[in-house]
């Protein structure tokens, strides 16, 4: 994860993607794996919505009220969170400073 | 059109959103989606425009109050649907009828659908809290309520007659669209929202209503114009057409109540008639063995409640009939014709029965599928004819001659040893039949006796097989006697060997005649007259021999002489050339009077052998005035008086070199059914005092009831004799009447 430059890529196939970028209100962009993504329940319904998305937009998102920080947090969350119902218990760390932004995120996302 | 709400951290001065200004925002949002339902050209929803969207909602949710618009919003989401209904959807769908307005109703449903899926995923932060909090329907069943109130209600009625209108075109034969009223009757389950209430009440007790009309109208003409095998194959196929209907587009909870209608109208409703039918009804079905029919109307009336009962009926009273016409043959034939014709119409009764069982079990088990109902049918049926008398015997008499016509040598019957198995095997599942099995018994076991003394059983494998299933159908007790009489020949054999021995042994004790005794333990064995008669001196001599002998084996037994059943080789010295003449004991003794004088008077002879009228009368008669006339009667008429008198007739000869001097048999059947009723008396009182042992006390009915049923399995008591009996058993002390009610029995120990 971490600061990667939008690709432009294209895809010949109709079948689905499998990573989601998020962009956060400054502009960086996370690009995730779509399991992951689907950990947010916001994310999900919109990923599986009937009609689908056109190719070129398709999984990309703006979180215009999202900084950075908080985002990077919450993409790591889900991995987190993947790896925890597959098995590994571990414990998932949160920087005291973060926790409201962090809550009203996850509250938005339904997370 | 999309709003970037600043570049500033999430939590702090967020922008407020004005209620009118957020939701001019949404409407773009259902505008678009209105759009692309209405197939006007429209780019899908990308994700950024998702987003926005479920963030415009969110933000006005989340906002400080006065501007936390949920209640407003979930208020707006309603309207929304509303609007668009009544503007668009309801007056397409008003404009179009039959088969037009079904397809516009599918379509919009669908697209119905796929607004709240949408609106209600951008609207989804009032569900998560306000719509919780507030215990108030969620969105997505917001929308499918405005749906149900506005167009289902509007509508349903009218679709359910275009829907019902379409199912009777293909029941007239005409192509439908099934896929279209299945995705019409889908509404109907849908929109109940998990109960089948809606499709229940405004669908399909309109089509079940509608279909028993329908083939209420095909039946009643049918009725008429076909013969049963066709109506039934119309039914057949209707019920099939009407099943595959289900599987095609009604719900399938129709099922059992559609195929209930259908059965009612076509097969119970007008069942009578059908079965009745003059020349096509059950009965002549029967008649004519008309399997595959009788198979479908099996299938057809076996899921109908009671339904296959008149038919069992039916059934039954077709083979009481036959079995009855066969019964009556028998009879008429007997009364017509001289009495050994009778009796091998007799046999041929039998035969004929065995196989009308053979016939009609075939149907029970292949045409009605082993249904209890006609096994019983078949049971009952049987038991009435088969207990009725021919020609003076009864069922139990003719089937005991029949297994004798079987078993002994040069019997009517020549089969392969395969054959009679079977034919043996049949013979024992019709005494299940037969109510009087004791006579049965009775009969077999004079007619197993005669065989077995006379050496006339054509094959030991075979007496000791039909014992044995005897004792599978009717238990130990009832073959135990028969098995007794047949080890008792083996025993005799073993004797006679011993007493051969003996002879050797003692020169003295030999009686110059050669003499064969057979022992019999008399528990197992009929009854017979033993009545004395005066023997000639040489037999007498073998008597006592024969006793010294058995007094060396065993003592403590008495020994009872039964002369009826010996047999004596007596050399005839006839003029013209010796002659070996087989004669029963009292015949030789008649015989061998004459070696010492050559002429009797009836009178002397009477006095000499120490008989009855009866017998001499008999004996002389086979002697002088059948087919062998070994003595000459004086005068030559052709029955005996007591006036006659006898010479020997030195003139005889015949052609063969032995000859057998018959004795015409005593009519057995008196004595045996005598002996029956004697056992009877026993086995009853032996029934009530085993009852009333048990139960100590017992009223009247009860004690005849359980009487009756306990000797069921090898006769029908009359109540009489039952109550007679009771009477007795009183007088006996066994059992007191109960002194205040005189209905009660009580046992006394």
Known sequence: MGLRKPKATRETTTKMRETVKLISMEGFEFIIDREAAMVSQTIRSMLTSPGGFSESKDGVVTFPDISTTILEKICQYFYWSLQYSRGKETEFHIEPELTLELMMAANYLHT | ?????????????????????????????????????????????????????????????????????????????????????????????????????????????????????????????????FIARRSLPPLNEVGLTCFRDRVYNELHSKVKDAVIALVDKEREGEQIDRALLKNVLDIYVEI??????????????????????????????????????????????????????????????????????????????????????????????????????????????????????????????????????????????????????????????????????????????????????????????????????????????????????????????????????????????????????????????????????????????????????????????????????????????????????????????????????????????????????????????????????YETKTKHRKLTWIYSLGTCHLNGKFDHKPIELVVSTYQAAVLLLFNTTDKLSYNDILTQLNLSHEDLVRLLHSLSCARYKILTKEPSTKTVSQTDSFEFNAKFTDRMRRIKIPLPPVDERKKVVEDVDKDRRYAIDAAIVRIMKSRKVLGHQQLVSECVEQLSRMFKPDIKAIKKRMEDLITRDYLERDKENPNMFRYLA
């Not at chain 2, 998702?50 to 906002?63: H, K, P, R, S, W």
């Not at chain 2, 024992?428 to 006339?456: H, N, P, Q, W």
């Not at chain 2, 494998?461 to 073959?479: A, M, N, V, Y």
């Open chain 2, 1 to 129: 059109v999309q709003e970037r709400f600043g570049n500033q951290s999430f939590r702090m001065e967020r922008k407020t959103i004005d209620l009118e200004q957020g939701w001019d925002y949404m409407q773009t949002g259902i505008t678009k989606l209105k759009r692309i339902l209405e197939g006007l050209p429209e780019p899908q929803f990308d994700s950024e425009q998702y987003m926005m969207l479920y963030t415009t909602i969110y933000n006005m949710c989340t906002q400080k109050p006065p501007h936390d618009y949920s209640q407003q919003l979930y208020d707006k989401y309603r309207e929304a649907f509303e609007e668009y209904i009544n503007s668009t959807v309801l007056p397409a769908l008003k404009e179009k009828h039959d088969e037009y307005m079904l397809r516009e109703l599918v379509k919009r449903w669908s697209n119905h659908k796929v607004m709240v899926r949408w609106l209600s995923r951008f609207f989804y932060y009032l569900d998560r809290y």
């Open chain 2, 192 to 549: 109940g929202m998990g109960q089948m209430e809606r499709y229940e009440a405004d669908f399909e007790s309109f089509m079940l209503l509608d279909s028993a009309s329908y083939y209420s109208r095909k039946a009643s003409s049918w009725i008429q114009e076909d013969s049963c095998p066709d109506y039934m194959l119309k039914s057949e196929e209707c019920l099939k057409k009407e099943r595959e209907r289900v599987a095609h587009y009604l719900h399938s909870s129709s099922e059992p109540k559609l195929v209930e209608k259908v059965q009612h109208e076509l097969l119970v409703v007008y069942a009578n008639q059908l079965l009745e039918k003059e020349h096509s009804g059950c009965r002549a079905l029967l008649r004519d063995d008309k399997v595959d029919d009788l198979s479908r109307m099996y299938r057809l009336y076996h899921k109908i409640a009671k339904g296959l009962e008149p038919v069992a009926n039916i059934f039954k009273q077709h083979v009481t009939a036959e079995g009855n016409a066969l019964v009556q043959q028998a009879e008429d034939t007997a009364t017509n014709q001289a009495a050994n014709i009778a009796s091998v119409q007799e046999q041929v009764l039998i035969r004929k029965v065995i196989e009308l069982h053979d016939k009609y079990m075939v149907y029970v088990v292949e045409c009605f599928q082993s249904h209890t109902l006609f096994h019983k049918a078949l049971k009952e049926a049987f038991e009435i004819f088969c207990n009725k008398t021919v020609a003076g015997s009864s069922s139990a008499e003719l089937l005991a001659t029949f297994c004798d016509n079987i078993l002994k040598k040069g019997g009517s019957e020549k089969l392969s040893d395969e054959a009679i198995e079977d034919t043996l095997e049949k013979v024992v599942k019709l005494l299940a039949y037969i109510s009087d099995k004791d006579l049965f018994a009775e009969f077999y076991r004079k007619k197993l006796a005669r065989r077995l003394l006379f050496d006339r059983s054509a094959n030991d494998d075979h007496e000791r097989s039909i014992l044995t299933k005897l004792k599978q159908q009717c238990g130990g007790q009832f073959t135990s006697k028969m098995e007794g009489m047949v080890t008792d020949l083996t025993l005799a054999r073993e004797n006679q060997t011993s007493f051969e021995e003996y002879l050797g042994n003692n020169p003295a004790a030999n009686p110059g005649i050669d003499l064969t005794v057979t022992v019999l333990t008399t528990g197992f064995w009929p009854s017979y007259k033993s009545f004395d008669i005066n023997l000639p001196s040489e037999m007498v001599k073998c008597v006592e021999v024969f006793k010294g002998f």
